[in-house]
């Protein structure tokens, strides 16, 4: 028996109609009047669904269809278990988060994910030994894998502070940021750079570089974690070698980046004109993301950067939505997992212009915020931007689900 793909992924569609839903429940309560529910509880709910609802049960879906086909006597059932425990715990997680905030319910739902994922990790590094070693994306899962694993040491640290009562600000601010270095710069961009190498079914032997790119990735991903917390008095010989951290991932992604378009660019143009579209976007997105890791290194920069909310606002939506999300929604169509309409790609259009929107006016905000300017309507300008999102998703997801006739070309 194999996993039915199609069945998985349409509930990651509809997990990100709910993310976009929350959000514009954020906006509205931001630009209007709407006294219903606390604003922080939304907010817990809405990054930890889009964390565990959407993106963590996206990429463990692929993976595990990744291998189902090159093992033999594959056992999917333990990973459907844990599909469906993710799943469970993501439902709770949305609902007793709006309803209560950090409380017994919603951290109960909070943990069963993470030992969910350290099952996951388990099982997907065991299988992973089974495939041909030559195959470039096993690296890059088993690290995305370890990631995971590590990224939760951040949340029971959060967790022992709040037992113990005895909450350090800086130490709480610290452990929050470790969380979410190691999910978006070590779970999520691991997963999704080992889909691509299989995406474009990449080996080791063909280019000497995929296997040093994933090396100089690994090594700087623990230091550059650092970058997070700049904001702190630390050494400077610990400042230097984040710095370094910074600039080989620069390095590392410009040349890799180089040598795909060179080898590849053939077989990216069999695909439609959004689809290329949408791959681009996110290949510039992610090159703006580690350039602009690169130049928080600079003091003044940082400071600036961790002084304005609409700053860490505008570089954490970067990363998932015009990074990790963008690159799912490509993956999914691209791959053919599920089918693909005019309408599908309308949504997918409009998905993508919000993404862009959304960026441009926090940033813009962002910039506004040095000067202390405020810049009018621009809470009401980033509801509507959310409610395109939204429509634009729900598009997809309405068409994605819906029974068509004829499998539409691409």
Same mark, same amino acid.
């Given at each position: 028996?194999?996993l039915?793909?199609?069945f998985?992924?349409k509930?990651?569609?509809i997990n990100?109609?709910?993310v *976009?839903?929350?959000?514009?429940?954020m906006r509205?309560k931001?630009g209007?009047e709407?006294?219903y529910?606390?604003q922080k509880n939304?907010?817990h709910?809405h990054s930890? $669904? *889009? $964390?565990?609802?959407?993106i963590?049960?996206?990429?463990?879906t692929?993976?595990?269809y990744?291998?189902?086909?090159?093992?033999?006597?594959f056992?999917i059932?333990?990973?459907?278990t844990i599909?469906i425990?993710n799943? !469970?715990?993501?439902y709770g997680?949305?609902?007793?988060f709006?309803l209560?905030?950090?409380?017994m319910?919603?951290?109960? #739902?909070?943990?069963?994910s993470?030992?969910?994922?350290?099952a996951?990790?388990? $099982?997907?590094i065991?299988?992973?030994?089974?495939l041909?070693s030559d195959?470039?994306?096993?690296?890059w899962?088993?690290?995305a894998?370890i990631?995971?694993?590590?990224s939760?040491?951040?949340?029971?640290y959060?967790a022992?502070?709040?037992?113990?009562?005895?909450?350090?600000?800086?130490l709480?601010l610290?452990?929050?940021?470790?969380f979410?270095?190691?999910?978006y710069?070590g779970w999520? #961009?691991f997963?999704c750079?080992?889909l691509f190498?299989a995406?474009?079914?990449?080996?080791?032997?063909?280019?000497s570089?995929?296997?040093?790119?994933f090396?100089?990735?690994t090594?700087?991903?623990?230091?550059a974690?650092?970058l997070?917390?700049?904001?702190?008095?630390?050494?400077?010989?610990?400042?230097a070698i984040t710095?370094?951290? *910074?600039i080989v991932q620069?390095f590392?992604w410009?040349k890799?980046?180089?040598i795909?378009i060179r080898s590849?660019?053939?077989?990216i143009?069999n695909? *439609?004109?959004l689809?290329r579209?949408?791959?681009?976007?996110?290949?510039?997105?992610?090159?703006i993301? $580690?350039?602009?890791?690169?130049?928080s290194?600079?003091?003044?920069l940082?400071?600036l950067?961790f002084?304005?909310?609409?700053?860490?606002i505008?570089?954490l939506h970067?990363?998932l939505?015009?990074?990790?999300?963008?690159f799912l929604?490509f993956y999914?169509?691209?791959?053919?997992?599920?089918l693909?309409?005019?309408?599908i790609k309308?949504?997918?259009?409009l998905?993508? !212009?919000g993404?862009?929107?959304?960026?441009?006016?926090?940033a813009?905000?962002g910039i506004?915020?040095?000067?202390?300017?405020?810049?009018?309507y621009?809470n009401?300008?980033l509801f509507?931007?959310?409610?395109?999102?939204?429509?634009?998703?729900?598009?997809?997801?309405y068409?994605?689900?819906k029974k068509?006739?004829?499998?539409p070309?691409?």
């Open positions: 028996m194999k039915d793909i199609k998985w992924l509930f990651s569609l990100l109609c709910i *976009a839903f929350l959000g514009v429940v509205y931001i209007f709407f006294p529910f606390n939304i907010l709910s930890h $669904f *889009a $964390f565990s609802g959407w963590t049960h996206t990429l463990m692929l993976m595990v990744y291998l189902q086909d090159k093992i033999t006597n056992q059932h333990k990973y459907k599909l425990v799943l !469970i715990c993501s997680m949305l609902i007793f709006v209560q905030g950090y409380a319910i919603s951290i109960f #739902f909070s943990t069963t993470i030992l969910a994922s350290y996951f990790g388990y $099982f997907y065991k299988d992973l030994k089974k041909d195959l470039a994306a096993i690296n899962f088993q690290a894998a990631f995971n694993i590590i939760s040491f951040g949340t029971f959060l022992y502070m709040m037992a113990s009562k005895n909450v350090i600000q800086d709480y610290s452990s929050i940021y470790y979410l270095h190691f999910q710069n999520f #961009f997963a750079m080992g190498f995406f474009l079914k990449l080996k080791k032997s063909d280019h570089f995929y296997n040093t790119s090396k100089l990735f090594i700087a991903c623990v230091p974690y650092i997070s917390i700049l904001w702190l008095k630390i050494p400077i010989w610990v400042y710095a370094m951290a *910074a620069v590392a410009f890799l980046l180089l795909l590849k660019k053939d077989f143009k695909f *439609a004109p689809l579209c949408i791959l681009v976007f996110v290949c510039v997105a992610l090159s993301k $580690f350039i602009l890791q690169l130049g290194t600079a003091p003044f940082s400071q950067a002084g304005f909310r609409p700053i860490v505008a570089y970067l990363v939505l015009a990074v990790i999300s963008l929604l999914i169509y691209a791959n053919h997992l599920l693909i309409s005019k309408n309308i949504g997918l259009l998905f993508t !212009i993404v862009f929107l959304n960026e441009s006016v926090l813009l905000q506004a915020a040095f000067s202390y300017t405020l810049i009018p621009v009401e300008l509507f931007v959310a409610l395109l999102l939204l429509f634009g998703i729900g598009l997809t997801t068409f994605s689900i068509v006739k004829i499998n070309p691409l």
